[in-house]
């Protein structure tokens, strides 16, 4: 199983800050083969991020994903009030797909 | 518009089995694995299981192997999760969602996701 890690666990920014989370896999996660989602209180996931590096659609180009293998960062360049939630990564490259424990960027 | 709707969630007591169920539209059901994911209170996510357009390739988290069990039914257009011999641990809000890319196998990232149905075990 690959186990994804996550940092930091809690970004503390204010609105304009660029924030770079981090995303670290035991072992490579397929190449590319990962996503980014964001989730706010009481609402389902929202992808983000596919193949590492590709914005869904309709996601604001402030949203940067990039790395390969064992090590991924997403940047969201300047933050705003909308962007204070919880991150996630999820790999699925292989099986049992898997998600970090989750970054939360909080306004500061 | 895609639509996941889920269903079967409630208050349910140790040991005792409960069907989930997820009905979907706004897309061509049977072109798109579909999958459980979970998330306990206040804590993160989970993959619960996947299943592949034509249910020849299942997968699930390792944890939870023996107990959940994942299907479809494409005529109906409906994904369903199996829970038996419920604990604890399993309460959750349990999300389906629909995989991003058609065919092939179940893995894959998700581009749409449910509401979700709490499941709450407890005596």
């Known amino acids: 199983e690959i186990v994804l890690t996550q940092s930091p666990g809690t970004l503390s920014l204010s609105p304009g800050e660029r924030a770079s989370l981090s995303c670290r896999a035991s072992?490579?996660?397929?190449?590319?083969?990962l996503a980014w989602y964001q989730q706010k209180p009481g609402q389902a996931p929202r992808l983000l991020i596919y193949?590492?590096?590709n914005r869904a659609t309709g996601i604001p180009d402030r949203f940067t994903g990039s790395g390969s293998g064992t090590d991924f960062t997403l940047t969201i360049s300047r933050l705003e009030p909308e962007d204070f939630a919880v991150y996630y990564c999820q790999q699925y490259g292989s099986s049992p797909l898997t998600f970090g424990q989750g970054t939360r960027v909080e306004i500061k | 518009e895609v639509q996941l709707v889920e269903s079967g969630g409630g208050l349910v007591q140790p040991g005792r089995s409960l069907r989930l169920s997820c009905a979907a539209s706004g897309f061509t059901f049977d072109d798109y694995a579909m999958h459980w994911v979970r998330q306990p209170p206040g804590k993160g996510l989970e993959w619960v299981a996947g299943i592949s357009w034509d249910s020849s390739s299942i997968g699930s988290a390792d944890s939870l192997k023996g107990r959940f069990t994942i299907s479809r039914d494409n005529a109906k257009t409906s994904l369903y999760l199996q829970i038996n011999s419920l604990r604890d641990e399993d309460t959750a809000l349990y999300y389906c969602?629909?995989?991003?890319?058609?065919?092939?196998?179940?893995?894959?990232?998700?581009?749409?996701w449910g509401q979700g149905t709490l499941v709450t075990v407890s005596s």
């Open positions: 193949g590492a590096s």
């Open positions: 072992q490579s996660a397929s190449g590319s083969d």
């Open positions: 969602a629909k995989a991003y890319y058609g065919s092939g196998s179940y893995y894959s990232l998700f581009d749409y």
